[in-house]
């Protein structure tokens, strides 16, 4: 079963065609420099808890909590509905890398 977002031919023929780091403050706020054609997104929490929503803004105490080191696969509609925002004091840092088929 291929990883959720990426398409039915696998990762292992997709090459990254972009990438960012977004700073996860106390403000909900969304990915700044999406592709506009992507198959999927490979997202890494680096250093600070953070919380995701997909419908509407997360608090620091509602979404999809992602801890430190934490990954996942997003597809192109989870990357362009998800709002970040952090959980603690200190703010968070997202690595995102965007690939595309062949």
Same mark, same amino acid.
């Given at each position: 079963?291929? &990883?959720? !977002?990426? $398409?039915?031919? =696998?990762?292992?023929? $997709?090459?990254?065609?972009? %990438? #960012?780091?977004?700073?996860?403050? %106390?403000?909900?706020a =969304? &990915?700044? $420099?999406? /592709? ?6 490979f997202? #890494? ?9 997909? &419908?509407?803004? /997360?608090? $620091?105490?509602? !979404?999809?909590?992602?801890?430190p =080191? ?7 509609? #989870? ?16 690595f ?5 088929? !062949?």
């Amino acid at each position: 079963m291929p &990883l959720k !977002g990426a $398409s039915a031919r =696998g990762r292992d023929q $997709s090459r990254p065609i972009a %990438d #960012e780091t977004l700073a996860v403050t %106390d403000a909900a706020a =969304g &990915l700044a $420099s999406i /592709p506009g054609t992507f198959t999927y997104a490979f997202i #890494e929490v680096q250093d600070q808890p953070l919380r995701v929503r997909f &419908l509407g803004d /997360p608090t $620091s105490a509602v !979404g999809h909590f992602y801890a430190p =080191g934490q990954t996942d696969v997003w597809n192109p509609v #989870e990357v362009r509905a998800a709002r970040m925002i952090r959980t603690t004091g200190t703010n968070a840092a997202v690595f995102v890398t965007y690939y595309v088929d !062949g």
